[in-house]
């Protein structure tokens, strides 16, 4: 079996425990990270609701669509535009990202924008650093499990 194919196959299982995970446990999900009823906790809802549909829509696409679009899993690599610096990141769950900045939660500033993007897209993200614009050059998928 070609090594794409099992790539994407082992993508589709994990998108499709993401959607139990996010959608039908969301409300524990939200409790877990945002226990506080709040703007932030309204942000994230409508995030996970737009993220979950999406994923539901990709999931009945060719197995290049649904990897060409970030997702829970992506290995990101993108372009800064406003300095000469490329980095690498995989979108994860909050409990599985690392301080060492390659695992980065989706949850995170930047994790959470370029959730749903394309290759080619630049996203501009607000850090604690301050404003950053990114192009997303390359999606690849990588293996992640989605913490409970």
Same mark, same amino acid.
């Given at each position: 079996? =070609? +090594?794409?194919?099992?790539?994407?196959?082992? &993508?589709?299982?994990q998108l /499709?425990?993401?959607?139990? %995970? @996010?959608?039908?446990?969301?409300?524990?999900?939200?409790?877990a990270y &945002? !226990?506080?009823?709040?703007?932030?906790?309204?942000?994230? =809802?409508?995030?996970?609701?737009?993220?979950? @549909?999406?994923?539901?829509?990709?999931?009945?696409?060719?197995?290049?669509?649904?990897?060409? %679009?970030?997702?829970?899993?992506?290995? #990101?690599?993108?372009?800064?535009? =406003?300095? !000469? %610096?490329?980095?690498? &990141?995989?979108?994860?769950? !909050?409990?599985?990202?690392?301080?060492?900045?390659?695992r980065i939660? &989706?949850?995170?500033? /930047?994790?959470?924008?370029?959730? @749903?993007?394309?290759?080619?897209?630049? #996203?501009?993200?607000? *850090?604690? *650093?301050?404003?950053?614009?990114?192009?997303?050059?390359? /999606? +690849?998928?990588?293996? /992640?499990?989605?913490?409970?």
């Open positions: 079996m =070609n +090594r794409r194919k099992v790539s994407s196959d082992q &993508f589709r299982d /499709i425990h993401q959607l139990t %995970t @996010l959608g039908e446990e969301k409300k524990q999900f939200l409790d &945002f !226990p506080v009823y709040g703007q932030k906790r309204n942000e994230i =809802n409508k995030l996970l609701t737009t993220y979950t @549909l999406q994923v539901k829509k990709l999931l009945e696409l060719s197995d290049d669509q649904l990897l060409d %679009t970030v997702l829970i899993g992506s290995r #990101v690599r993108v372009a800064y535009l =406003n300095k !000469p %610096t490329i980095d690498t &990141f995989i979108i994860d769950h !909050p409990r599985l990202s690392n301080l060492s900045g390659d939660s &989706f949850l995170s500033p /930047i994790g959470s924008q370029l959730l @749903l993007s394309s290759p080619g897209d630049v #996203v501009t993200v607000e *850090t604690p *650093t301050g404003v950053a614009r990114m192009r997303i050059l390359e /999606i +690849r998928f990588a293996s /992640i499990r989605m913490a409970s």
